[in-house]
């Protein structure tokens, strides 16, 4: 009998106890065109290294429901010497991840996964793709694409945990909770 109340208590406090925690869960809604601002308004990006410069600009934020990923399409121009100008688009692909302290989102692990330049060797496009990487990884990864509101209660009570990020609806979806 006592093991039967013991274990009817225990579910319960479980129970309350989940639900309690879900109650102070807050889920902050961010839609393609807020991180398509944000990013649009770090640009352009600008790298010169060996001679060689390499400019980010005009960013398609594309939000990735099937990898919960977001993308970002950037125009690249190539200036090297001896009157070399190429131009085209490059893909990097990244998740989000999340400072607490701060309540802010920072796009992690950007890669470059396309690459595409006209009017240039093809036996520099490694050297490209690898200063543009730089380029973008360091600026992606210093600078938050979402902040929290310090002025909105619940999301400042809500800024302890990350609990999820998910793509859905063509909205970023980013559960925090105190628990």
Do not use: C, H
Request: no cysteine; aromatic share 6%.
């Amino acid at each position: 009998m006592k093991k039967r109340v013991l274990a009817i208590a225990s579910a319960t406090v479980l129970l309350l106890t989940s639900q309690l925690a879900w109650a102070f869960s807050y889920t902050v809604e961010i839609s393609e065109k807020e991180l398509q601002e944000k990013i649009s308004a770090m640009m352009p990006l600008e790298k010169k290294k060996f001679f060689m410069s390499v400019v980010l600009s005009n960013p398609d934020v594309d939000l990735m429901e099937n990898d919960n990923k977001i993308g970002i399409t950037i125009d690249i121009k190539v200036v090297a010497p001896g009157g070399m100008n190429g131009a085209g688009r490059a893909k990097i692909t990244g998740s989000l991840s999340y400072n607490k302290e701060r309540g802010e989102l920072y796009f992690k692990d950007p890669k470059i996964v396309k690459l595409d330049i006209a009017k240039v060797p093809k036996s520099i496009i490694p050297n490209i793709k690898s200063l543009a990487q730089s380029v973008a990884g360091k600026a992606l990864e210093k600078r938050p694409v979402y902040k929290l509101k310090d002025d909105d209660v619940k999301q400042k009570l809500a800024k302890s945990v990350l609990k999820s990020i998910t793509v859905e609806n063509g909205k970023l979806l980013v559960v925090l909770g105190v628990f």
